[in-house]
């Protein structure tokens, strides 16, 4: 282990990069199970279910990012859909509905995984643009374009639906939703159908988070695992419905991992994030900015 | 006392088979089957009694395989032992992961068994004393008499798991810790105020879980004379522990066990007639239909049925 | 003559805000307690520190002459402290009578024979015997609270906290749930009630506290805290 502090300068600017691509990626996330209290494990599948439409795409000549954005209010209408089908098969029944709501979105992600392998095969996929392949060069430093474009549009993501939640009346309603749902049905205000758009959204963002992905490099089917342990990990972090948190959870996790890769190899990198998300939720459950 | 008459029968029926010229593929097929017995049994015993949802049996069940290949190569430890120090670990593991997550909501738990399953492989893959990434080969002592093979030996020892999965399931649904689990279940906050224990109930159960799933993998290396991270961690170990009790039915023990004989067979078949991909979605695709359509699994239908046809 | 709970200087904090701000009162074996105060006043936050589903952050609570703030709920039901939920938690795979046999094994260390015993009795005296074998699931609103406090009873409780028992019943409903609680109280059992409803109130408690925004704004018997301005001022904000 060669401990120099340029390799290290190098790996907090490429921690950077990756964690602001974390956050974005773990938006969705924020929204669907840290504001609605969905325990939505198949979220990482919807999303590499999004980089491999995004590939789909790109195949017909469009630039990845914009493919991510085109494919956006298919995914909403799919979030609709799962929130709907989750709603009524097991939040309204009660009972039991933690077991088998869990199971189901396990069952969920598992379909997902398993349908890629039988649509792509298990090989993994990536694909082409003008900024993917080259670097900028900053003094000493090069900085993979690709990492450039992700950090841009998680930037932009991040920073959009923080404001959509604070600013707009839907966003505000569907906070209010999270924190005293019985105060807004008396309102007037119909919860499920708060939660049904807030759903769709998160999920219309995990299409462009998908196109990130494979942006950022190749994607596989079994991908959705690990960014389980991503994408909670940041979450977790943050705490329960803090948007904010959420970036400041992404850098330190992809500083983490970066120097981990740097210093010990790919082999222990994916490990980061869950040795992460156990500690946090062994010392403070509650995360940084936690309600 | 009849439950235990039909134990030492079945037990003595498996020995008598083990014995008598049948086509080898029986027992290679039966040893599966009766693996997904003891996984699916002691995921019940977490998952369906107190409601603690495990996605990480395979992480359980290879560090049982790990566990008896490293006492295997460091000492020549014969079967019985190894299969102890299995459960040893795999239940010390349940207890580390439980005593961590089983505090906080149930699907902290959940994501904390992929992160171990992920870990665990991680560990394995670079450890090269039990093989690393490519495996090991082991080299098997002579099959104990008066069986002919190793797989004629490991169904006996399988079907003995399985019974004494199935016996210490049956203990603990019927006993005060059975109706403990099940107040904790329906509701843990109000369990507690009840006078029950629960974060200690809760690790019996997630350690006694993990002990019977690691005992379940330590005859592994032994059936393979192999063992390697990737298939010893198989996503499929996982989705079918908790796909069983799920369509078989949670509420009794016999619930897994019409599970894992249902869904193992429809395993073996499709993987023979179409392929072994499709066979693996079939899986998920009835777990989802039975979470959503029939959440009190095979035996709710079954009981729903007698109640209809009174 | 000490005090069976004794509640002293207890405050909680939910991220910014503040549920309790320095609570302390004082309960007296064999007393009917009332506790009233507007919606988020801090009544159930306080039950729940008791009873130690959540854990205070200042202060102490001694019950029985023992610090108990420091011990998992389960304990403390061990000790003697009992209580109902104001939205009943049923354990709904359960029948009645199962329901009553979970503190039965649990607190009363009773096998299931002189559990069921015992369990019947006290269906029999809170008029749910003809349920006893119907599932949790199938109560009315009603039989759902009553099983609520049979199922404390089972406990054999020494402190008996009520959270709401009769919110939404009808008025004759809320007359079965008095009778219920002053003949629990004649049997030894300390109780603490938690209500909206004033009459029911006002006609069960020796002693009655009102809470607002987490502190206590008023003490003393029914007809003093009905007349003290404060507790009008607390509930219909003018």
Redesign the interface.
Known sequence: MIFSLDLLSEALIFGVLLGSFYAAVSIGLSVS?GLLDV?H?AHPAVMVLGSYLTYVLTTYGLDPIAAGVVLMPAFFVLGVLIYR?YYE?FERRG??A???G???F???A??IE??L??VFGVDQRSVSARYIGSSLALGDYRIPYRMLVAFGVALVLTFALTLYLSKTFTGRAIKAVAQDEPALRLMGANPVRIKQWAFGIATGVSALAGAMLIVVGPVEP?MD??Y??RT?CVV?LAGLGSMTGTLAAGLILGVAESIVLMFLGA??A??VA??L??VV??IR?QGLFGR | MKYWITVAVVLIVAVVVALVPVNEYFFYAAFVVLQFVVLATAWNIL?GYA???N?GTGAFFAIGAYSAVVLFKWLGAPLGVQILAAAGVSGLLGFGVGL??LR?R???F???T???T??LE?VM??WRYVGGATGLQLLRPPVTEPFDSYTRMLFVVMALLALVAISVARYVQDS?IG??L??I???E???????????KLKLFACTVSGALMGAAGAPMPMYLSFIEPASSFS?NYS?SA??MP?IGG??HWIGPVIGALLLASIQQIVTVTISN??N??VV??L??LF??AA?DGVLGLFKRWLRSSR | MAALLQVSNVSKHFGGFTALAGVSLAIAEGERFGLIGPNGSGKTTLINCV???LRNETGSIVFNGEEVSRL???VR??RGI??S?QIP??????SVL?NL???S???AHLKDTDGEAEALDILRKIGLAEKAHAPSSALSQVELRKLELA?AM??RPKLLISDEAMAGLSGAEVEEMLKILFALNQAGITIIMIEHIMQAVMRFSQRVVCLDAGRIICEGTPASIVQNPEVRKAYLGA
């Open positions: 199970f325990p494990v089908f098969s009972t039991d933690g077991v088998r869990l199971a189901f396990f069952g969920l598992f379909i398993i349908g392998i039988l079994a695992r690990l389980i342990g909670f977790v082999s222990w994916p490990a869950f040795g998300l156990l939720l062994g459950p | 998952g409601g603690y949802v996605f961590l997550t906080l149930g699907i902290f959940a994501i904390a992929v992160a171990v992920f870990m991680t893959v670079n005060w109706r403990g099940r107040a279940r329906d509701s906050e109000a369990a507690e105020c009840s006078g029950v224990p629960t974060l996503l989705v908790l796909a799920m949670t509420a991909e499709i693996v979605l998920g695709v777990l989802v979470v959503v959440p | 009873s130690g589903s998992p709920a389960y039901t061990r009992a209580r939920f938690r049923p354990f709904r795979t359960m199962e046999l979970v503190p094994a649990y607190v199922r089972a406990a």
